[in-house]
């Protein structure tokens, strides 16, 4: 089975920093994905780890570390389009199995 | 380059009655994946397809839903007959290869 579990919600002020955990117990790993999604719209990419350690774009940044099942998205800058809901996903195969989902809220 | 678009939006129907869901991918991407989020819950896997080829349809919740995709272009989720607990968002994704796949805005179902 798969079990991949996030925090339900956080709050930040705008201009801070944000860091989603995520933790994940599946059958098979090909790597773990972070979307983002606004309400009504599509979950959108943000980043992919394959190999433990850290991957930068630009404001955003994901580590991973496969020996502890583990994984972080984290926001720099927190500006107010960035409250969303943060998906975190672990592919196997080709499939993606998805946590409930962050949401979080950027405050001014 | 578009985007993977689904049809319709929003659709509302009865209980016991037929809904068709469109999906195009990304041109090009060979593969397209269905998914669907219910109330409450996390987004789940629905089926693959490679091409025109079912390569997996584990996560097809029972006989009611079809999914087709000729000639390997668009595809199409048909559940029929609906019930209340099919309501929910169904997703619509697509790749190139099997790492980064990019999803569409969904179609939100409700069934009355």
């Known amino acids: 089975g798969q079990n991949i579990d996030q925090p339900t919600e956080m709050t930040a002020t705008e201009g801070a920093i944000v860091q989603i955990n995520c933790t994940y117990q599946t059958s098979g790993f090909n790597g773990l994905f972070w979307y983002q999604q606004h309400a009504g719209e599509a979950p959108t990419f943000l980043s992919y780890?394959?190999?433990?350690g850290l991957e930068e774009k630009g404001r955003f940044s994901s580590f991973l570390s496969r020996s502890k099942g583990y994984s972080y998205l984290l926001l720099k800058e927190l500006q107010m389009k960035d409250s969303a809901s943060y998906l975190c996903?672990?592919?196997?195969?080709?499939?993606?199995?998805f946590g409930a989902g962050t949401t979080v809220t950027v405050r001014a | 380059e578009a985007g993977v678009t689904q049809f319709p939006s929003h659709s509302v129907i009865e209980k016991g009655q037929t809904v068709t869901l469109r999906c195009d991918p990304i041109?090009?991407?060979?593969?397209l994946y269905w998914y669907r989020r219910v109330m409450g819950k996390e987004i789940k896997f629905l089926l693959h397809f490679v091409k025109e080829s079912k390569q997996d349809e584990s996560g097809m919740p029972n006989n009611r839903f079809l999914a087709e995709r000729t000639g390997g272009t668009y595809s199409t989720l048909k559940v029929q007959p609906a019930e209340l607990e099919d309501s929910g968002v169904y997703f619509c994704a697509s790749s190139r290869g099997g790492n980064i796949q990019y999803f569409g805005a969904g179609t939100r179902l409700s069934v009355l």
């Open positions: 996903a672990v592919l196997n195969d080709y499939k993606l199995s």
């Open positions: 780890n394959v190999l433990d």
């Open positions: 041109s090009g991407h060979d593969n």
